[in-house]
C-alpha cells in the first residue's frame, strides 16, 4: 500500500525568507509520480510541482523546487523568497501505479503561515 | 494548465434532498475524472473514478448507490448525491486526467462545499 506523510501540521515563516515543508513516501512500485499541491482558504487545489521517480534531476517552478531523495523516500518542498499570499495549506500526494496513473494519495497537509 | 472547471461551488439542500455536481475539462478531452472528498482542515480522500462511458469504479467504504457517478462525455462528469443527510455534508472535488500517462500533471477544479441541513 502506499502512503504519505507530512509531519508538519503547521509551519511558520519571515515574507522573503525560505521554508522548507517536509514529505516522506511509501511504495513498492518502482514507478510513481509525487506532487505538491497549494490550497488555499477557497478551497481550489492548485498544482505547483511534479517529479517523477525516474527524474535525474529535481524538479523546480519558479520559486518551488522539489528536494527529491528517492534512497530516503523524502520530496520535500522548497519554497524561495516566501510572499504573504504564500499562506495556504500545502498538499503533498504520490501518484498510485497500475492502470489509474490519475489517482493521488494525499498526505495530512501543512498549514504554512507567512508573516510580514 | 489544463483547466477544470466545477459547479456549484457551494450549495445548502435540505436533509432528503439530492444534490448534482458538475466537473468539466474546458479545454480538453478528459479520459478519466476522480472524485475526492475533504473534511476541514483535513486531507483528501478518493471517493470514485469515473471513466466516459462507463461504470465508475468506487473506492472501498464509498456508497455507490449514495453518490451516483456518470460521466456521460469526455469533457464533462457529474456527481449527485442522493438523500443528502446532514453527515455527507463536506467539501467535494474532481481532476481530471487527459492522458492517463505516468508523468501528466494533474489538475483540480475548485471544488464545491455541500451543506446539508
Known amino acids: 500500500a502506499q502512503k504519505i506523510t507530512q509531519t508538519q501540521p503547521g509551519m511558520f515563516v519571515q515574507e522573503k525568507e525560505a521554508v522548507t515543508l517536509d514529505c516522506t513516501y511509501d511504495t513498492s512500485d518502482p514507478s510513481y509520480g509525487l506532487f505538491w499541491y497549494k490550497q488555499p482558504s477557497s478551497g481550489e487545489m492548485i498544482f505547483l510541482i511534479y517529479?517523477?521517480?525516474?527524474?535525474?534531476q529535481n524538479a523546480t517552478e519558479g520559486r518551488y523546487s522539489l528536494n527529491f531523495q528517492k534512497a530516503r523516500k523524502s520530496a520535500n518542498l522548497v519554497i524561495s523568497a516566501s510572499q504573504l499570499g504564500d499562506s495556504a495549506m500545502y498538499f503533498c500526494?504520490?501518484?498510485?501505479?497500475?492502470?489509474?496513473?490519475?489517482?493521488?494519495?494525499f498526505g495530512q497537509g501543512t498549514i504554512l503561515t507567512v508573516h510580514p | 494548465g489544463a483547466v477544470v472547471s466545477q459547479h456549484p461551488s457551494r450549495v445548502i439542500c435540505k436533509s432528503g434532498t439530492s444534490v448534482k455536481i458538475e466537473c468539466r475539462s474546458l479545454d480538453f478531452q478528459a479520459t478519466t475524472m476522480f472524485w475526492y472528498r475533504q473534511f476541514p482542515k483535513k486531507s483528501l480522500m478518493l471517493m470514485a473514478t469515473s471513466n466516459e462511458g462507463s461504470k465508475a469504479t468506487y473506492e472501498q467504504g464509498v456508497e455507490k448507490d449514495k453518490f451516483l457517478i456518470n460521466h456521460a462525455s469526455l469533457t464533462l462528469s457529474t456527481l449527485t448525491v442522493t438523500s443528502a443527510h446532514p453527515e455527507d455534508s463536506s467539501f467535494y472535488i474532481c481532476s481530471a486526467s487527459l492522458t492517463g500517462g505516468p508523468n501528466e500533471k494533474l489538475f483540480f477544479g475548485s471544488g464545491t462545499q455541500l451543506s446539508v441541513l
Open positions: 517529479q517523477g521517480s525516474y527524474d535525474q
Open positions: 500526494a504520490m501518484r498510485k501505479g497500475g492502470t489509474s496513473y490519475g489517482k493521488l494519495t
